[in-house]
């Protein structure tokens, strides 16, 4: 249950935020609410794990990184997920992302998944 004491909250600017995904990841649909990642940009990435492909529909994502700019910020949905289904996002992502801590927008701690090279926050 999504409401349990082992609860975390999850960024997603991407496919995540899709509910065929959220269905195919973790069998069940979350309920978000809007937030921003400030300091951050998005750009495109190609994936080529057939699996994630298969999953999302689509082999075009969406990368972030840090770039530390007031003015750079990501807008997204900020998701309510178990310890568990935590551990199935990160199965999910493919190597290119690494998931870690931010703070979003509204004051909120998260974790969101950036790029795995570079410094991008607090590693999870």
């Not at 995540?16 to 300091?39: I, M, N, S, W, Y």
């Not at 994502?61 to 840090?66: K, M, T």
């Amino acid at each position: 249950m999504a409401t349990d004491r082992t609860a975390s909250w999850l960024f997603s600017y991407g496919s995540l935020r899709q509910p065929k995904v959220q269905l195919a990841v973790f069998g069940r649909q979350v309920e978000g609410h809007p937030d921003t990642l400030p300091g951050y940009a998005a750009s495109p990435i190609t994936i080529s794990d057939p699996q994630v492909i298969a999953i999302s529909g689509a082999s075009q994502h969406r990368i972030v990184r840090f770039t530390g700019q007031a003015g750079d910020a990501v807008t997204g949905t900020v998701l309510r997920v178990t310890a568990d289904e935590l551990r199935k996002a990160d199965a999910y992502e493919v190597s290119e992302y690494r998931r870690v801590a931010v703070e979003l927008s509204s004051g909120r701690r998260a974790y969101v998944y950036v790029a795995s090279t570079g410094l991008a926050g607090t590693a999870a």
